[in-house]
């Protein structure tokens, strides 16, 4: 019996001993874990914060370029029937000056052309480039507006 007892208490000892290490191992190992996730993880995070980013830019830079083309256009339907000869310089200026004014660092060399897609309409084509986050990612803005010639017509009435 006193073998017995022993051996129990032996078998405690070990089996008390194993579970120590066995924690110890685990918890050496659970250590290491946290900083391997955060190097795997890292580089995604911060593709998605510049993609997110380079978003933005896009979508402004595609706004701002639309909104000149409109402004330019507006400028061209209203000149159009008054001064035949001039209402291109006077819808570039206006689509440029807006450009200017609303993003001359995120629309890079804008190209504004007049264009008169039919007899009786005209409008304001934009092409731009646009500044990347990313290295070797070339990305161009496309706005385009056009509409009939306004002229006053009287009543025969």
């Known amino acids: 019996m006193v073998v017995a007892v022993a051996a129990v208490r032996r078998w405690v000892r070990r089996r008390v001993w194993v579970r120590r290490r066995v924690e110890a191992a685990s918890a050496r190992g659970e250590s290491g874990?946290?900083?391997?996730?955060?190097?795997?993880?890292?580089?995604v995070l911060f593709f998605m914060i510049f993609a997110t980013v380079q978003f933005a830019l896009y979508f402004f830079a595609d706004h701002v370029a639309?909104?000149?083309?409109?402004?330019g256009a507006r400028?061209?339907?209203a000149t159009a029937?008054?001064?035949?000869g001039g209402w291109r310089g006077e819808a570039r200026d206006i689509a440029d000056s807006y450009i200017q004014?609303?993003?001359?660092?995120?629309?890079?060399s804008p190209d504004v052309e007049t264009i008169q897609p039919e007899a009786e309409s005209v409008g304001v084509e934009i092409t731009a480039k646009?500044?990347?986050v990313f290295p070797g990612l070339d990305l161009t803005v496309h706005a385009r507006s056009a509409g009939p010639v306004e002229r006053f017509v009287k009543d025969d009435g």
Do not use: S, Y
Request: proline share 11%.
């Open 33 to 43: 874990m946290t900083a391997i996730e955060f190097v795997f993880l890292t580089p």
């Open 66 to 71: 639309q909104a000149a083309a409109q402004a």
């Open 75 to 77: 400028k061209a339907r």
């Open 81 to 84: 029937d008054e001064n035949p």
């Open 101 to 108: 004014q609303l993003g001359p660092a995120l629309v890079l």
């Open 130 to 132: 646009i500044p990347t």
